[in-house]
């Protein structure tokens, strides 16, 4: 759907209510890298909750879809050379005389709602592939764990203590660290055998 609304620049604009940059025939083309569409900003507040952007998308029928949706495509050979190309990256950075006193994620999934009997097949996070038939895919995952900067983190997750069941010991091989959230260590046991 194009935009076919003025934009208002100097004065409030009542009939404007959506924008399109390009289309999927006739995308725009960018020649060098950058940012195409950037929001940049500050806050000092104290209390409450800041966001530089917030979208909410409510069905009332029976479509469906996404609030947002990131697609990166590869055309090109030797994609990411010296880099890394990704649908979407989220961080969060502590900085030099911050500290956090509550809750920081880079990314935070929340399933949830009223609903006392939803259907379907639902999660906080669905990790799916999306490949061809016919490849080999030796060097994918699910889900690929990596310490980017010097500093490591050691713990595999951070998991509620119920969900750690006491079970009969076996033989392992190897061993893999989980921490409960009160700070219990626990291994999930591992065989190559």
Same mark, same amino acid.
């Given at each position: 759907m194009a935009?076919?609304?003025?934009i ?6 009542p009939?404007? /209510? ?14 060098s890298a950058g940012v195409l569409?950037g929001?940049?900003?500050t806050?000092s507040?104290?209390s409450? /909750? ?9 069905f009332?029928?029976?479509g469906?879809?996404?609030?947002l949706?990131a697609f990166s495509?590869?055309?090109g050979?030797?994609?990411a ?12 950075s502590?900085?030099g005389?911050?500290? #956090? *006193?509550?809750a ?17 097949? #639902?999660?906080?996070i669905?990790?799916?592939s999306?490949?061809?038939s ?5 060097n994918a *995952?699910?889900i690929r764990?990596?310490n ?12 509620p ?8 010991s ?7 660290k ?11 046991m591992?065989? /190559?055998?």
């Open positions: 935009n076919s609304k003025a208002g620049v100097a004065y409030a604009d009939s404007f /209510d959506s924008v399109q940059v390009g289309t999927s025939a006739a995308p725009i083309s960018l020649t569409n929001s940049y900003a806050t507040a104290t409450g /909750d800041t966001r530089l952007s917030y979208q909410k998308l409510t009332t029928s029976t469906s879809g996404e609030t949706r495509v590869v055309t050979a030797g994609g050379t010296a880099g890394t190309i990704n649908g979407a990256h989220v961080s969060l502590i900085n005389s911050g500290t #956090i *006193s509550g920081g994620n880079a990314l935070r999934a929340t399933l949830g709602g009223s609903s006392t009997n939803p259907g379907g097949t #639902i999660a906080a669905q990790a799916d999306d490949f061809a016919g490849g080999t895919w030796t *995952s699910f764990f990596t980017s900067g010097t500093g490591t983190v050691a713990n595999l997750f951070n998991v203590a119920a969900m750690v069941e006491l079970k009969g076996a033989a392992l091989s190897h061993k893999i989980i921490v409960a959230s009160n700070g219990t260590p626990y291994y999930i591992v065989s /190559d055998a």
